[in-house]
DNA sequence: CGGTTGTTTGAACTGATTCAATCTGTGTGG
DNA sequence: CCACACAGATTGAATCAGTTCAAACAACCG
C-alpha cells in the first residue's frame, strides 16, 4: 500500500479507502493512516463461503468494489439477508462472534485488515470515534428502513424500495443512468423476504406499469417519481 | 443525582446507571461520573408522543424502568416499531436528525441527558468507546435477528420469538417465573410486521398448542423447550 | 353509568407461497 | 461448431397464510 502514497492510487481497482474517508470529512491524515495500515486486497467471488456465521469478526473490512452482503439463517434454513455493504462502505470488527455471515453479491474487491491494527489507530486518534459513530448510525437507520420495508410493505413495494436504494448506494445518476442490477431473483428475495418465484412476477409488474424497463440484468428506471412513489422511498436515511 | 452518590440509589425506582455500567464491565469511576451527568428523570407515558421522528435527537436516554420503542412508519402511515430499550439500556445521541420517533410500550422512567454534555464525558475518556461499541454491536445484532424474524418467520414463530425475546431481556427466570406482558396486541402487530386480528388467534394457538399459559396480561412459559424451538429462538444474540 | 381501550370471533377475500414444468442464456468440453 | 450442463428466469395451477371488515365482548376508569 506505501506505492499509493505516492499516486493516490492504491493497487487495484475499485474505491479509494483515503479518498472516501476524506469525502466523508475526516480528516486526509487520518485517512491515509488507516489507509496505511496493514491490509489483504481479496477477491471474493459471488455467492461462495466467505466469511462464516458464528467465528470471531476481528477483521475490518471495506469494499472497493462489488458488493458484500450479511447474512442469517432461521432454523429451517432460508436464508436471509440483513445488511448490504457497497463500494466505499466498510464492515467494523466486534468483539466476540458475529451472528452473521459474509458473501459476497457480485465478484467484490475487498480490503481485509486485523481488529488489533484497526484498534491501535483508533486509540491513537479518539477523534476517529465521531466519524465512524456516525458511519454506524447510518447503517443502523438502514437496517430500521429494511425492517418497515419487510414489516410493513407490500411485496411490490418491497423489491421497488430495494432497487431504489440500490440505485442511490451504487451513487447512480438516476433517472438517466441505468443501473446494472447485481441481484439474482434469489437474492431479491432473500432480502426483502418472500420467493423468487414471487419477485420474478413483481418485477414483470412493475415493467408493465412502466416504472422500470429492464434488458438482461440492466434496469432503467422510465418513472423515477412514480417508482419512488410505490416504493416509498425517502433517501433521508441514506444521507 | 448528587444524592445517589452516598446511598447507592437514585431518585425514583428502577435500574440503577451506574450499577448497570458496571456489571457490564464498566470502570466504577467512570459509571460514576456517566451517572453524575446532569440529566432530567423523566416519567413517560405509553403511546403518547415523546419524541417525534424527524428531530434532532440530541439527548442520551437511559431506560431505569419500563419499555421504550423506537418506532417509523410507512407512507401510509401503518407503524413498525423497530427496536426496544429495557431498563438498563439507552439511546445514544447521533448526529443529525433522527428517522424513528421514540414512544413508551408502559409507563417509564427515562434519564435523559444532552449530547453535549455526554460527549464530554466520552472525550475525556477514550476508553469509554470501546465499552459503547459493544452496546451498540449488540443493538445491531437484535436488529438482524428482527430482520430475519420478519423476513423468514411464519406469523406463529415471530410471536413467539418475541415473547422469548422480552422473556430474556427482562432478565427473567424462564420458565419459573410468569412474564408480566407489557405489550397489546396492536404493539406485537407494529413488531412483528403484521394485524393485531391475527396476533390474537396466534396467541390463542400458542396456548391451544399448551406452550404458554395467559391470564391476563401475564404470561407463563409452560414448555420453555419447545417454545424456543417454535420460535427459533437462540438468546446468543442478546450476549 | 357511559366512554374508552383492548381482546376475541366469524366470514370473505387476496396476496404470496408452493410445486412443477418450461424456457433462456452462458460456459465447457468434445 | 455443436452438444450438453447448469444457473437463473419465467409461467401456470392449486393452495394457504394472513388480511380485511365488521361486530361483539371484556376490562377498566372517572
Redesign the interface.
Known amino acids: 500500500m506505501q506505492a499509493s502514497r505516492r499516486s493516490g492510487q492504491t493497487a487495484g481497482s475499485g474505491v479509494s479507502l483515503r479518498d472516501t474517508l476524506a469525502a466523508a470529512g475526516l480528516n486526509p491524515d487520518l485517512a491515509q493512516e488507516l489507509e496505511d495500515m496493514p491490509h489483504k486486497l481479496v477477491h471474493v467471488e459471488p455467492r461462495r463461503p466467505f466469511r462464516d456465521p458464528g467465528v470471531p469478526r476481528d477483521e475490518v473490512m471495506f469494499v472497493r468494489s462489488g458488493i458484500l452482503s450479511?447474512f442469517?439463517?432461521?432454523?429451517?434454513g432460508?436464508?436471509?439477508i440483513?445488511?448490504l455493504r457497497f463500494p466505499g462502505e466498510g464492515i467494523l470488527p466486534?468483539?466476540?462472534t458475529a451472528?452473521?455471515g459474509i458473501q459476497a453479491i457480485v465478484r467484490s474487491e475487498v480490503m481485509v485488515g486485523k481488529a488489533a491494527d484497526f484498534?491501535r489507530i483508533?486509540?491513537a486518534h479518539?477523534e476517529l470515534?465521531?466519524f465512524f459513530r456516525?458511519l454506524?448510525?447510518r447503517?443502523?437507520?438502514i437496517?430500521?428502513?429494511?425492517?418497515?420495508n419487510?414489516?410493513?410493505?407490500d411485496s411490490t413495494?418491497r423489491v421497488a424500495h430495494l432497487l431504489c436504494e440500490t440505485a442511490v448506494r451504487s451513487r447512480l445518476n438516476i433517472p438517466d443512468e441505468p443501473l446494472q442490477n447485481p441481484f439474482t431473483q434469489q437474492q431479491i428475495a432473500e432480502i426483502?423476504?418472500q420467493t423468487s418465484v414471487n419477485v420474478n412476477r413483481v418485477l414483470a409488474d412493475l415493467e408493465r406499469q412502466g416504472l422500470i424497463e429492464r434488458a438482461g440484468r440492466e434496469i432503467l428506471f422510465t418513472d423515477w417519481p412514480e417508482m419512488r412513489?410505490v416504493a416509498?422511498f425517502q433517501p433521508?436515511?441514506l444521507?
Chains 1, 2 share one sequence.
Do not use: F, H, M, N
Not at 437496517?143 to 418497515?148: F, G
Open positions: 450479511k442469517k439463517a432461521d432454523a429451517t432460508r436464508r436471509q440483513v445488511a466486534r468483539e466476540g451472528s452473521y484498534d483508533l486509540d479518539p470515534q465521531g456516525s454506524i448510525q447503517d443502523e437507520d437496517s430500521y428502513e429494511w425492517l418497515v419487510c414489516g410493513r410493505r413495494a426483502t423476504g412513489r416509498s433521508g436515511y444521507e
